[in-house]
Structures are given as C-alpha cells and as structure tokens.
C-alpha cells in the first residue's frame, strides 16, 4: 500500500480505486469522523477525548507518551487540554494501525508529518 499526501490533497496512486492517472482524493483524508465532534471550543479534557476518538484515556497517553502524538498543552494544574487540531492525531495514527503497521513505523512516521512537507518523500 502506498501512502499519499493527507489533509484532502490530491494524489495519482492507483491504489485506492483511481483509474491509472486520474486525480483522486486520499482515502484516509477523505473519510468522515466517526464520532462528531463538539462545537464551538478548542479545548478538550482527555476523557472528552475518549469520548470523541472512542479511544481510551490510557491509549491517548501512551500514544504521547511514545510520541505518536505531539505533546498536549497541560492546564494550570497538569491536566491535558487538548485542542481541534490534537483532536486530528489520533484519527491519523488510527490508518496505519489498522493495516498492521508496527508501532515504530508509526512513530517514525508521526516524526516526519511534524517535521513537514519536505519529508514527503521519505513518508512513501
């Protein structure tokens, strides 16, 4: 499987059902958020954010604990607040998950998503 640019950007892989060189959306992108999320905030409790993913608090931890997410800015009294856009992590680290991708990959390959669009290469 190949993996192609994120965030709605458009890609020429066949793989995903596109005849050979016709644009198609990335599939991962594309696909709607299973659980809604609230409106009208940008900041979240962990348990808000089980709620949400459907993840549970201790694999949101673990998954910033092992950097597959970016660290969560904390409150005044440590508690993590997620934001919208922390709320995107583990929707990403969800894909390869399910094609069985180990879990170093996975980290390796949230490293290069932070790092940026010039990694796009190495991320194939």
Known sequence: ???TRTQGRIGT???AGGEAGEPRKDVCAAAEASRPRPDGRDRYTIGE???ITGLSTHT???YERIGL???IDRSHTGQRRFTNRGLD???LVGKPRLTGMPVADMVRYAELVRAGDHTF???L
Request: glycine share 0%.
């Open 1 to 3: 499987m190949t993996m």
């Open 13 to 15: 892989d066949t793989d």
């Open 49 to 51: 954010v089980a709620a």
């Open 60 to 62: 949101l931890r673990w």
């Open 69 to 71: 997410m970016p660290p």
């Open 89 to 91: 992590w583990p929707a």
């Open 121 to 123: 290469e190495e991320r």
